[in-house]
């Protein structure tokens, strides 16, 4: 099984400012990962697949790179409804489909 | 527009069975794969089970192996979670999301693709008491 371990778990970013979030896989997962944001109280939405390809409605200021065993999400320009936990999540050979930990990211 | 959602939770003792379901709409549900993802109380998300849009193979956590059974009924847009042998470790809000390819490159002429996991309902929350 592929463990993802993101970094940091917690991030406190000023509004206006920019949050770079890690995630790192055990093995390489090529360019099958996915980044989710899940404000309190909702279900996960989908932000990136294909480790960088935008979903459909997400805002330019959220970007993916990454391949192999190294991704990272940055957020541009943080907006208050940007302040929510964001997970990764691997699809490479699936299943088992894996998630890592979870990065809370807060206001400062 | 594609929608989700889920319904059938509840409070069940130790040892019980709850069956959710998962009605689809806004998309051709028997083209796509579906799976079953929870998520207990303040803590992260858990991949539970899939089923391709096949219907051919069923996979699952270990945690619910030989527990949980996925089934999908396409004619009535509907994807199954029968859970049996309930453990207060199941409590959870349990979300259905559908997947989609994505084509990743080309094998002897034909397309190979990956899937990721894309619309997501809103949960049906399931509480087992000891």
């Known amino acids: 099984e592929i463990v993802l371990t993101q970094s940091p778990a917690t991030l406190t970013v000023s509004p206006g400012d920019r949050a770079t979030l890690s995630c790192r896989a055990s093995?390489?997962?090529?360019?099958?990962l996915a980044w989710y944001q899940q404000r309190p109280g909702q279900a996960p939405r989908l932000l990136i697949y294909g480790a960088s390809i935008r979903a459909t409605g997400i805002p330019d200021r959220f970007s993916g790179s990454g391949s192999g065993t190294d991704f990272t999400l940055t957020i541009n320009i943080l907006q208050s409804e940007d302040f929510a936990v964001y997970y990764c999540q691997q699809y490479n050979n699936r299943p088992p489909i894996t998630f890592g930990q979870g990065t809370r990211l807060e206001i400062k | 527009q594609v929608q989700l959602a889920e319904t059938g939770g509840g409070v069940v003792q130790s040892g019980g069975s709850l069956r959710l379901s998962c009605t689809a709409s806004?998309?051709?549900?028997?083209?796509?794969?579906m799976h079953w993802v929870r998520q207990a109380p303040g803590k992260g998300l858990e991949w539970v089970a899939f089923m391709p849009s096949n219907e051919d193979n069923k996979y699952y956590a270990d945690s619910v192996k030989g527990r949980f059974t996925i089934s999908r009924d396409n004619s009535k847009h509907t994807l199954f979670l029968q859970m049996n042998s309930l453990r207060t470790e199941d409590t959870a809000v349990y979300f259905c999301v559908n997947e989609k390819p994505i084509p990743i490159k080309m094998v002897r002429g034909v397309v190979q693709y990956s899937y990721y996991m894309d619309v997501w309902g809103n949960g049906t929350a399931v509480t087992v008491s000891s």
């Open positions: 093995h390489s997962v090529s360019t099958n």
């Open positions: 806004g998309f051709t549900f028997s083209n796509y794969g």
